[in-house]
């Protein structure tokens, strides 16, 4: 497939054949998901059942929106969905979309009025530089901090997912999630691209007394 446009650099044709080449993309247009990434959530929950029982759900940067169009095709039981990102969410039936960062004093006390919550999902990405060890850095902080609100947010028995990279050491924070959780895996979906270096880290059953 050839692209043609000559603003366009070859690494950004490249990516484009790419995209307009992908299956996912293509199902995401036809079964009306707002990106790809909705079909990672799907295989992570058909592989774990992690939706079907959860009533109130965290989602970290959510933007555009298409984990929280799965959370609600598939919580059936869920009574609070809350969708999170510094950048804009297009509003979402049944979602309380919240432009703010998570970490932040404000949607801490948003939080409030819902606390606690049994699934906690995390599919943020940093804003990628180029230089391998600064973007991992920025993606094992994200995850770490993400691990951090998931321990103060969750109930009993509560589940957290995480996105991270393969591309450095992530042993502490592998570490920490034995510590309070029952079972952790790494799981790769089919729908995360074959280059990508991208994982999730799926934490189940957060222990009682543990942080």
Not at 13 to 25: A, S
Not at 29 to 58: C, H, M, P, T, W
Not at 128 to 134: F, I, M, V
Not at 153 to 170: C, P
Request: aromatic residues 10%; glycine residues 4%.
């Amino acid at each position: 497939m050839k692209i043609k446009n000559k603003f366009l650099s070859e690494k950004s044709k490249k990516w484009l054949r790419r995209h307009l080449k992908d299956e996912f993309v293509r199902l995401s247009k036809e079964e009306q998901f707002r990106s790809r990434a909705a079909y990672k959530l799907i295989e992570i929950d058909n592989k774990f059942k992690i939706l079907g029982s959860s009533q109130s759900i965290v989602d970290l940067g959510g933007a555009p929106g298409s984990w929280a169009e799965v959370i609600k095709t598939r919580a059936k039981k869920a009574k609070i969905i809350i969708s999170v990102d510094l950048l804009d969410i297009e509003p979402l039936k049944d979602v309380k979309t919240v432009k703010d960062d998570f970490t932040s004093k404000s949607f801490d006390q948003f939080l409030d009025k819902h606390r606690p919550f049994d699934l906690i999902l995390s599919d943020i990405s940093p804003n990628l530089s180029g230089n391998k060890t600064a973007d991992f850095l920025q993606s094992q902080a994200l995850v770490e901090s993400a691990l951090e609100f998931a321990l103060s947010k969750l109930s009993a028995e509560g589940h957290f997912v995480a996105k991270y990279f393969r591309t450095g050491e992530m042993k502490d924070i592998f570490i920490k999630a034995k510590k309070n959780f029952e079972k952790i895996s790494s799981f790769k979906p089919v729908s995360s691209r074959k280059e990508s270096s991208e994982m999730y880290l799926i934490c189940l059953k957060k222990r009682k007394l543990l942080n």
